[in-house]
Every structure is written in structure tokens, then in C-alpha cells.
């Protein structure tokens, strides 16, 4: 009898922890979430996250922090992602430097190693300039100048060495037969300071995004001459991408995505793939999106993975031609 009681208890005991076990995940999330910006309030990054973080809490009727974790060129932060407990508790908006990291000799941080992916939700496409009274028409006559005569004319980075705008151009220079490596490119503190030397004539082609070329655009004031996308941006239907200006297949840009720590629970990520899902399809999300010239795309899971190595791949390749990279 007490044989049976003891099993009878043993099978009661087992059925209450599964159930206990299944309910917790059940109601993911129990409390509030952190998320992790890399960069400062007030940038695309944290505008972006912020409207993610808004929509997060309307989905699952939980707090949502945003948490600014800045410094390290965006090292410090996306290692607060990658170290915190594993639990769903805490995740974070992960960006194209992810990919730089071990190659600049900053962190051995790396994405699909350190991450559980959960969604690509944006990439903006790197595209080029010339001011309006440049002798370049178009981008075939930009690269054949440029192979030619590599130490006459001035690029600038568009963005910090190595940063996304620089890699871009580089990429489309390294597909188009050009070696970045052989030039001197000039800093840039940013795209608007980099646009306005243009202008001014202390460089000859600046890349950046075609957003923040809007104005002078606009304006008529510079020309863009290819974009780094797989096909043309619908506010930008007069900029051909680099397959249609010089045969090249190139997809270089910015990129942000939502992931976590590695190790998340399979229940939580798949809510959050799920809602991520649903605010990536919603007017909302795209209005906010495209009214601010940010581009959507949409990769989960392990797909977003794949993206993030063939990212980081790519971001090598790129510097080692440039002379950046401190691996092998």
C-alpha cells in the first residue's frame, strides 16, 4: 500500500512540475522586459527600438523598458545583450557593427555565436554622390575615373572608418573590380558634415544613405549615382541600384534587428518572433518606418542568423581590402 501511495505521490509530484514548468512559459512574460539600445537616445536606432518597445508592451500588456547602453562604438551594449541571463527578460536591438567587431579587433562578440536571433526588422542600402557640377554622370564613369587615377580624387567615408556608410562604398568598389584599399579616405563625423565637404568641394563622392541625401537631392544640389539594394527604393525611383549602373550584385547598408542572449528560452523567442511578425506587417510600424526613410526588411529566427553571418562575412572582406582589420 505505502508502495502505491509513494508512487501515487511521486506521478501527482511530476504532474504539478510539468504543469508548473508549462504554465511559466505559458505566460511569458511574467514581468517587465528590458531592451537594449547600443546607441544613443535620439539616433535611428533608439527611434526605432523605442516604437518596437511600444508595441512589444501593446502585444503582450507588459513593461517594455528601453535601456540606452552606449560607448565602445556600439561594443558596450550589445555585450550587455549577449551576457545578460537567458530567461526573455532582457533583449536588445542589434545593428550592422555586430559584424565589425572581430574584424576591428574590438570584442570577439559575434552574431548567430553570442545571439538568439529573433527578427531583422530594417536595412538602408549604402548608395554614392557627386556634387551637382561634378564631370560624373553616372556611376560606370565614377569607377572607371576611379581605376585610373585612384590617388587624384578625394573619398570620404560618410561615416566613421569603417563604419556602415564606408563599408558600402567599399563593397561596391571591391565588386566592381576597384581596390578600396589604394585610397585616402577622408573621416567623416557623419553623413550631413560629410555631404556639406562635398558641397564645399573638399571631397569628390561621399556615400551615405539615400534618407539623409533627401534635402540636397531634393534641392538638386548632388547626384546620387548607384544604391547598394537589390532593387530601387520606391521614394528614390531615378537612383539605380548597383546591378542596374555597373552589373554588380551588392547589398551593403545599415541593418537593425531584435535578438537576445544566447540560450532563450524556444517559448519566449517564438512569441517574440510571432509579435515581431505582426508589428512588421502592421500600418503602424510601416508608416513610422517609411515616413522616416528607414527601410524594412524582414528575416527571423534562423534566417536572421544567416544574415548576420553572411553580414559579418562580408564587413571582412570589405576591410581587410581597406587595410582595417586586425584578424586574419
Known sequence: MRGLKAVFAGAVAGAVTIFSAAAAFAAWPERPVQVIVPWAAGGGT??????????LQDEFKKPFNVVNRTGGGGVVGHAAIAQAPADGYTIGVITIEIG???WLGQSNLSGSKDFTPIALYNFDPGAFYVSNNS??????????ALKANPKVYKLASGSAIGGAWHMAFGSILLKAGVDPGQFNWIPSQGAAPALQELLAGGTD???CSLPEAKALLDAGRIRAMAVAGDQRLPAYPNVPTAKEALGVDVLAGAWRGIGGPKGMPAEATSKLVAAMEKIHKSEEFRKFMTERGFGLMWRAGPDFAKFMDESEADSGKVLKAIGLSKAS
Do not use: H, L, Y
Not at 533608439?46 to 508595441?55: E, N, S, W
Not at 564631370?135 to 572607371?144: I, L, Q, R, S
Open 46 to 55: 533608439d527611434a526605432t527600438g523605442r516604437i518596437i518597445a511600444k508595441m
Open 135 to 144: 564631370p560624373f554622370k553616372n556611376a560606370k564613369e565614377v569607377v572607371a
Open 205 to 207: 563622392i561621399v556615400p
Open 100 to 102: 565589425t567587431f572581430k
